[in-house]
């Protein structure tokens, strides 16, 4: 599956931003999807996951209670809203296919997006 995300940039502290993420080239209702992020100087770890039909999802508990992942299947696309955002938020954030019970990636990275927050 091909992946592109959207949607970073620069906020303030306390701000929200929305990133998107278009999939092509499979059958993109049928995989359970999630957010990975990756910071500066880190190794890139799980954000939030989302099932097949949008019914479960899974957080961080360092994202949970601010971030909300929902998708729509019938765009093909995957959405991550993210509130009260704080400096250690800033990291490239990527989509993918994600294993539900293991939440590892399964499949080719895209290019991601850059989130950075600084006042």
């Known amino acids: 599956v091909h992946l592109v995300e959207s949607g970073g940039g620069l906020v303030q502290p306390g701000e929200s931003l929305r990133l998107s993420c278009a999939a092509s080239g499979r059958t993109f209702s049928r995989y359970a999807m999630g957010w990975f992020r990756q910071a500066p100087g880190k190794e890139r770890e799980f954000a939030a996951a989302i099932s097949w039909s949008g019914g479960s999802t899974r957080y961080a508990d360092s994202v949970k209670g601010r971030f909300t992942i929902s998708r729509d299947n019938a765009k093909n696309t995957v959405y991550l809203q993210m509130n009260s955002l704080k400096p250690e938020d800033t990291a490239v954030y990527y989509c993918?296919?994600?294993?539900?019970?293991?939440?590892?990636?399964?499949?080719?990275w895209g290019q991601g997006t850059l989130v950075t927050v600084s006042s």
């Open positions: 993918n296919t994600i294993d539900w019970g293991k939440k590892n990636p399964l499949d080719t």
